[in-house]
């Protein structure tokens, strides 16, 4: 297996530029995370989907960002516009869970992309 | 918050020695899992512990859960130059609306193993 594939690996953009994030979950995996890890707050659960519905999204900072999983096999989270304060890595992960939970099974984490925004 | 806490915040060893990391956190869990971060890559998962369980193993790892405590640790002996990395605990609880678990990650402990 593949693993959780994420793209892309670093994105560097200006300040007001619209950033898309990619993620392919493992396949059979019904639950998907966004997550961001900064040193300052550590690594941050910012939403997650079951069965491609989002569940939770108290995460998500602000009205800037967005995520959407139009298939089991795709997710995205967009921040439009960025700031630089949202420099950081974004990690999207799967797990296989009961339908409406997050946590009960582990996690398999993808590689991250590392965002720089100037 | 139920976010767990790791103690200490970094550990220096030799190799061959062992390492005990520790989590405290808050309110009541689902479960308890631990995961590896090395430099600038994702995070995997070691080991989960549920609540009621006490102890768990995996190889070189020995993972203990005192719910009345509210408190894990883990353990890795006979630690190794490759077992340098972060390591994070992550407790699994209910978010506010008390039907659907969450998991929330500690700041992470950052192991040395010099060889």
């Known amino acids: 297996d593949a693993g959780v594939i994420q793209s892309p690996r670093h994105e560097v953009t200006e300040m007001g530029q619209e950033v898309t994030l990619r993620c392919k979950p493992i396949s059979g995996h019904n639950s998907l995370f966004w997550y961001r890890q900064t040193m300052m707050r550590g690594l941050e659960l910012l939403i997650y989907?079951?069965?491609?519905?989002?569940?939770?999204d108290s995460g998500m900072p602000e009205d800037r960002f967005s995520a959407k999983m139009p298939n089991a096999s795709f997710s995205t989270l967009k921040i439009q516009p960025s700031e630089p304060r949202d420099s950081a890595v974004y990690f999207c992960?799967?797990?296989?869970?009961?339908?409406?939970?997050?946590?009960?099974?582990?996690?398999?984490f993808g590689p991250g992309t590392r965002l720089t925004v100037l | 918050s139920q976010q767990g806490e790791e103690d200490p915040q970094a550990l220096s060893i030799q190799e061959g020695e062992n390492a005990t990391m520790n989590c405290s956190y808050k309110t009541s869990i689902n479960n308890l899992q631990w995961y590896r971060q090395n430099s600038g890559r994702g995070l995997v998962h070691l080991i989960l512990?549920?609540?009621?369980?006490r102890e768990k193993h995996s190889g070189r790892l020995r993972v203990t859960l005192d719910t009345s405590k509210k408190s894990s640790s883990l353990l890795i002996t006979a630690s190794r130059a490759a077992d340098t990395a972060s390591y994070f605990c992550a407790t699994v609880g209910y978010n506010s609306g008390g039907s659907n678990y969450k998991l929330t990650f500690g700041k992470g402990t950052l192991l040395t193993v010099n060889p």
């Open positions: 512990i549920r609540s009621n369980e």
């Open positions: 989907f079951n069965n491609n519905v989002p569940i939770d």
């Open positions: 992960a799967s797990s296989l869970e009961a339908s409406g939970r997050a946590g009960y099974n582990e996690q398999f």
